[in-house]
């Protein structure tokens, strides 16, 4: 986008997102179903442009992989639309009380949740995600600034036009989304640190890293997933086999697929033959440390396995004496997103989790659980390694910054000064009900 | 600090706060106040300390609000101690479990508060806020590295050398809490961004604003505090003085001191004059807009008045015609800090309430209360204008993280796929009572 036109539609955009972050939750879910009937009405051309796409990738030797995410065909429409009509169903994030204070009589303080305001999300081919994101986006007041992949330009731009279109009868209208399309604009998009509040990127590790390494912009998201799974000697090992096999193959090329495994050396010798066979059987393949291979035939492990996150149907393991060593090796090793150990005793279970420093550990149960519609989040906006904000799968909360709301009658601070000033109150009350600013009305 | 040795400090820094963020809170509220017993007890070397500091920073021509700030005496200290066993007496922070949902039957979720890790803080002159901060970080379970502004060198080693003496007899240690001294260790600091995980600078607006555009790190904090008050035409005009001048007034040096009065054209002629009068008296300088002169004799405020924080006994005052255009000054020219509104009408205020995108937003009340003592936190982190992690006044619970816990029975996600596959519970459960991890015992 030429800069100067970039420059209008962010102005456009911030006008929009203040009307959007105090407009009635009526409005917005309205808006999603059309958007969502929207999408189906303009099936034929959306497929038209996708198709366009797909030749063009096929012609430029695109593999498999990158082919399939980008392919946006009935299923996907469906789905994606069920999806919209989902997050329209979902409560309303904004204008919710989170803390509520008397500070004294007629003194009322309340923290309440706000949108963040302008969400940068750069991703790569699937068009589904943009739908996602834009909806998600929508729901929860912010503006949105979108990035797509190359290889989907037509399909995102058929995508943007249908959702603009089902705007257009909206108070709400369509300036609250601005889609960029160079290559140039990623760079410029990291340098926006007065206009983007968040940047979503979603992408290889690489790319993400790159995000990471080049904007001031705060990031919610992961680099690396090196998920680890630890056996303990009190585990249960036919549920260690059983986890540990999902963990690998239930989606190999997902962040929370399991990478590592760590075997307590008093187990290994009747667990590894158990799970060589298992994951054999499903066509993985296991690098095993050199205790390993004392009890398996399988490939020789080097160091840098264990800091390696495949995507792939491969699996690092390596035996360890204790429970400590297993918990050392994933705070070298790990990626910090989601570690699990199988055990039966509930005290070294405990230590497992309050010790092991990730956005996600778990206890008895496959990595793969790690989604946040599988933790009932109701929509996912992304998972996140970083302490600040959000951590672990992230939902619409993850779209939502705070404001602190005070109603007096007057006070001054010069009354609650000195030694004969007055005192505060300081009561906890019940954070049900609307809060101070009323409610959001059309 | 020798490159190598602040390695060495970072890495015994690490594996300490691996204990601390998994200690009991008995041991660390013990500490607490084993540290503010030390202080008390090494009170002559710690005034020694500081009367040196004092002679050198007056010798050196440093000015009275300086020497004021870096004078550690009785009161200080006492005020100090007090802070820490204040802290002492709050309650953990740490494993509070703020979701629980049956995912379902046998497959409990849990989101539980963990520390944020290592908390890099860098301060100027105050010796108090070292104490302050240090006692919060045990408190929360964080590591510290901190930088001290050089005026206060000898004080915070004197400082730092009785918070270590306290912490010897304890389990914890003192490896948790590292001391950096030279300049050259900020711009060290900004680029630790494997290693900080949080940013608190505290000191000018320009040196706020020089670490936030030099690191990487998220920062907690704010550079500007331009808040303004806006005088709505159905105000009660007494209130109005009486809070105007208790935001102007009570401490004009704040960061939520008033510094732009924007008065509705209705009431602007009774409204001048009643205001001007008791600023007047307080002998604050009101640097009016035309309109603004026209009922009251004073300075000519220039556009670039509105876009500044004073920080002084001056005050820039607008008059506006609308509700409208109150919103939008502040939009434009305000900091998005803490901003008021004075009214009786209670459609225009929760109108305010909603549509001011600040971190504080009152209504009929002085900005001065934007403070985390007077909020009820309990003790205050720092003021936060960013829209991610913590906004607006920040307790301990800024100094949070979370992780998701997840205990199962040997659940794999396949068992959860396709037509056939179980589905989610998805309950929610109350959070009260202690987490998976059980409870943090000696």
């Not at 929009?16 to 929207?38: E, F, M, N, Q, Y």
């Not at 009380?97 to 309440?112: A, C, F, K, N, S």
């Not at 993985?284 to 050199?290: C, S, Y």
């Amino acid at each position: 986008m030429e800069h100067s036109a970039l420059v209008a539609n962010i102005a456009r955009l911030k006008k929009s997102v203040g009307k959007l972050s105090t407009s009635p939750a009526t409005l917005r879910d309205a808006l999603l179903l059309r958007i969502a009937d929207g999408l189906e009405r303009d099936a034929v051309a959306l497929f038209e442009a996708n198709h366009a796409d797909l030749d063009e990738a096929g012609k430029a030797g695109e593999k498999v992989p990158l082919l399939k995410r980008l392919k946006f065909d009935d299923d996907k429409l469906l789905a994606t639309c069920e999806g919209v009509r989902q997050v329209s169903r979902l409560s309303d994030p904004i204008n919710t009380v989170t803390q509520r204070r008397m500070l004294d009589d007629g003194l009322l303080l309340e923290q309440v949740t706000f949108p963040i305001g302008v969400i940068g999300m750069i991703f790569e081919a699937r068009p589904d995600a943009l739908v996602q994101i834009v909806s998600l986006c929508l729901k929860s007041g912010n503006g949105i600034i979108l990035k797509g992949g190359k290889e989907a330009l037509r399909t995102n731009r058929a995508l943007v036009a249908s959702i603009r279109r089902s705007c257009a009868d909206s108070q709400l209208g369509s300036d609250w989304l601005v889609l960029l399309e160079s290559h140039a604009d990623v760079d410029e998009m990291l340098g926006m640190d007065k206009d983007i509040d968040l940047l979503i990127p979603r992408g290889s590790n690489a790319f993400v890293r790159y995000v990471m390494e080049h904007t001031r912009i705060p990031v919610l998201g992961h680099a690396d997933g090196i998920c680890a799974m630890y056996v303990d000697q009190a585990a249960d090992l036919d549920m260690a086999v059983a986890c540990a096999v999902d963990s690998k193959i239930q989606y190999p090329a997902a962040c929370n697929a399991l990478e590592t495994l760590l075997v307590h050396s008093a187990v290994a010798p009747i667990f590894l033959p158990l799970v060589a066979q298992a994951m054999k059987r499903n066509g993985v393949t296991i690098k095993g440390d050199e205790r390993v291979r004392a009890s398996i035939d399988c490939v020789a492990a080097m160091e840098d396995d264990f800091f390696t996150e495949f995507l792939a149907l491969t699996l690092a393991v390596k035996v360890v004496d204790s429970y400590e060593e297993a918990v050392e090796h994933i705070a070298i090793h790990g990626s910090h997103h989601t570690d699990a150990i199988i055990t039966d005793d509930v005290a070294t279970a405990q230590r497992f989790l309050r010790e092991v420093d990730s956005a996600d550990v778990f206890w008895n149960c496959s990595t793969r659980f790690s989604d946040g519609f599988r933790f009932g989040l109701g929509a996912e906006v992304g998972i996140s390694t970083a302490k600040i904000h959000a951590r672990g799968p992230v939902g619409l909360a993850g779209l939502m910054s705070s404001k602190w709301l005070l109603r007096g009658q007057g006070q001054t601070v010069a009354q609650y000064t000195g030694p004969h000033g007055k005192k505060f109150l300081h009561r906890e009350l019940s954070t049900d009900g609307i809060s101070l600013a009323g409610s959001f009305e059309e």
